[in-house]
């Protein structure tokens, strides 16, 4: 099993520079390719503090410059706000610009609140089916002159300029949870990525049963590989495990609020929330993230991704967003690096050597 970043910029106050947590991004990803990880992973979200990028190309095409050997995927574009010519010419620019080191990674996405701001009136379902028209137009478009006509997009012959540096273009994710995600994922021989947020190492099993029912289903195609991403913090001890749990808990509540999308939000930034309404999600509370999400010292955690790796996932996406001080952020990447990826190591070479 092979490692990974998924990190973005947040803001929880309006103190915060953009232009600190800008250099604070850089030096995550580039302690990550010092550190040997695979590749870092940048999404795409609008009007948001919680989560800033608004178009992952951009930090992608700038860490390029900084770093030589780590991949740089989007983790993930969402698939609705883009026109497949120009999700195709874009990632193919970065492509160049990256030296053939772009992965893109494609979603539906989930946030209402972007929904109803980019395309009012989009659902979850709506925006499955634009994925669905959209990922396979845009692997065309890498291949050559395609033409298109669609439920969502019409267009005459038309190619990705420029063409991407990797044969076939960039190598394509696709975010899936439900049974028919992971079909058509695998149906087409792309890459999956996963992750069961908050729900706990049942999901995990159950995100890898889906996955591979699809493989069974689709004996035809080479199977693809599988990334879980799940939001991890490697403590110092055991009472850096109680703290890193509180954290986590605060930032699931506002990862919760968002979703909910009915607190009013300034500037990007949502209304503070009281300890009353955090209290109204226990499903967040300390105790049940700490046993959920992979949260405690290197041992704990290297024995949680020894079984996560046992149940067949090719590569673990260690999701740094929290809410924690860039200090605390760090210290745990480089414990990651450090105390858990060397006990991987000798199955990471075997995997490169085959």
């Known amino acids: 099993m092979k490692f990974s970043l998924f990190v973005h910029m947040e803001r929880l106050t309006p103190g915060q520079s953009h232009t600190e947590l800008f250099r604070e991004l850089e030096e995550l990803v580039c302690l990550a390719e010092a550190g040997g990880m695979e590749a870092a992973w940048i999404g795409e979200h609008h009007g948001m503090e919680f989560t800033i990028s608004p178009n992952p190309f951009i930090q992608i095409a700038y860490l390029a410059a900084k770093t030589s050997t780590i991949r740089l995927g989007t983790g993930t574009v969402i698939a609705p706000f883009w026109h497949p010519i120009k999700l195709a010419g874009e990632a193919a620019m970065t492509d160049v610009a990256t030296g053939g080191r772009l992965d893109l990674g494609i979603a539906r996405g989930a946030y209402s609140f972007e929904y109803e701001r980019l395309l009012p009136g989009l659902d979850a379902m709506g925006a499955g089916l634009r994925m ?26 038309t190619s990705a300029v420029p063409k991407p540096v990797q044969a076939g273009g960039p190598p394509i994710w696709v975010a899936a949870r439900d049974p028919n995600s992971h079909e058509f994922a695998v149906a087409h021989g792309w890459n999956v990525q996963v992750t069961p947020l908050a729900a706990g190492d049942g999901e995990v099993g159950s995100l890898m049963e889906r996955f591979n029912a ?65 209290a109204a999600m226990p499903q967040y509370a300390p105790d049940a993230v700490r046993k959920a999400l992979v949260i405690g010292t290197a041992d704990e955690v290297v024995a949680r991704l020894k079984a996560y790796e046992a149940l067949g996932y090719d590569q673990y996406s260690l999701w740094i967003d929290s809410g924690m001080s860039f200090a605390r952020k760090k210290a745990s990447l480089t414990r990651f690096i450090e105390q858990v990826m060397p006990h991987f190591a000798a199955t990471t070479q075997q995997a490169a050597a085959e």
């Not at 396979?136 to 669609?150: M, N, R, T």
């Not at 493989?215 to 110092?236: D, F, G, K, S, W």
């Open 132 to 157: 669905r028209e959209l990922v396979p137009a845009v692997e065309k478009l890498f291949a050559g002159d395609y033409e298109h006509d669609g439920q969502f997009w019409k267009f005459p012959r």
């Open 214 to 278: 699809a493989c069974a289903n689709h004996p035809e195609r080479e199977r693809p590989r599988i990334m879980l991403l799940q939001h991890t913090y490697v403590a110092a001890d055991a009472a850096d495990t109680v703290r890193g749990a509180e954290e986590m808990s605060r930032f699931y509540c506002y990862f919760g609020a968002w979703f909910q999308n009915r607190k009013p939000i300034t500037e990007g930034l949502m209304e503070e929330l009281s300890p009353e309404e955090m």
